[in-house]
Structures are given as C-alpha cells and as structure tokens.
C-alpha cells in the first residue's frame, strides 16, 4: 500500500451561509503538484484568484474572485 498528499486551496471569502464563515468551495488538481504555488498558478485558469485585503492573502474562488483589470 502506498499513500500520498495531493494540495487543496479553499476560497477564503466570508460566506455566513457556512459552517465555519467561510465559502466552501475547494479545489484541487487531478495530479500531484509539489507546491501550493504551483497549484495557485494551475487554478487561475480556472478563474481562480489570489487577492491582498490589507496584510492578507486571500484565494478566492471564480464566484467570489473579481474579474481581472
């Protein structure tokens, strides 16, 4: 038996409709991927989107990410 860790990036915008606060939407990618980076870079394709609100970095999922100026 083998096991192995295959990266996941939740959307970090607020949605009081959730357990936790927080949208639930995730994602991953179908192969493995070494760095969270490298996942980041896959999924703007997928209109995902990393965002600074002051000190912080968000990753928003596309119904949560603005669209690109």
Known sequence: MAADTY????C??????ERDGRCGAERGWPVR????TELRGLL????WR????????LDL?????APPR
């Open 7 to 10: 990266l996941v990036i939740r």
């Open 61 to 65: 999922c596309p119904d949560h990410a």
């Open 33 to 36: 991927v070494a760095t969270h």
């Open 50 to 57: 990393r965002r600074r609100v002051g000190r912080t970095l």
């Open 44 to 47: 703007q394709e997928d209109g």
């Open 12 to 17: 970090d915008a607020p949605d009081p409709d």
